[in-house]
């Protein structure tokens, strides 16, 4: 009786509700590193910009 029609095929939709989750959880997860990643970069970007314009305004040293 376990492997009637009607039991796999409630198996099968339980399989494609789990793997449709894992789905979902595994881009939040890609989305939230890449917009690590991201932010770092632009962080970094700044940081470096900025002291590029302190580097360049500064006085010359004599």
Do not use: E, H, Q, T
Request: charged share 10%; no cysteine; net charge positive.
């Amino acid at each position: 009786m376990a492997n009637s029609p009607r039991s796999v095929l409630a198996s099968a939709i339980g399989w494609l509700i789990v793997a449709v989750i894992v789905f979902w959880l595994l881009g939040l997860v890609a989305g939230w590193i890449g917009f690590v990643v991201r932010s770092i970069g632009w962080l970094l970007l700044i940081g470096l910009l900025i002291a590029a314009y302190l580097a360049i305004k500064a006085p010359p040293d004599d």
